[in-house]
């Protein structure tokens, strides 16, 4: 059993940045795959981004790409989401996972949720 712990969450304003981190607990992580998924209030929580077990291939929602940067430090047993120039439709809660299934992009390939790190961004 993994046990993902976010952080890094706070309030900002548009075009700023934030970093969020997930470490790792539990059984070694190393070997997932693991993602970036977050949920505004009303809205079914979507894929943002994710990375496979070495790090070398990363995966993004149209909505981020070329403004955030999803990496992993093994040794360290966690996960970053650098993100840059912030929007305020960025606003949400973000949830790291690890990935099991086939497609980085489903929800239902995730599995090991964090509690979730709050991200707002005001205008």
């Known amino acids: 059993q993994v046990q993902l712990v976010e952080s890094g969450g706070g309030l900002v304003q548009a075009g700023g940045s934030l970093r969020l981190s997930c470490a790792a607990s539990?059984?070694?992580?190393?070997?997932?795959?693991v993602g970036w998924f977050r949920q505004a209030p009303g809205k079914e929580r979507e894929f943002v981004a994710a990375i496979n077990c070495s790090g070398s291939s990363t995966y993004y929602a149209d909505s981020v790409k070329g403004r955030f940067t999803i990496s992993r430090d093994n040794a360290k047993n966690t996960l970053y989401l650098q993100m840059n120039s912030l929007k305020p439709e960025d606003t949400a809660v973000y949830y790291c996972a690890r990935c099991y299934g086939a497609s980085y992009y489903a929800t239902t390939s995730y599995d090991s949720w964090g509690q979730g790190t709050q991200v707002t961004v005001s205008s």
């Open positions: 539990g059984r070694t992580s190393s070997r997932y795959a």
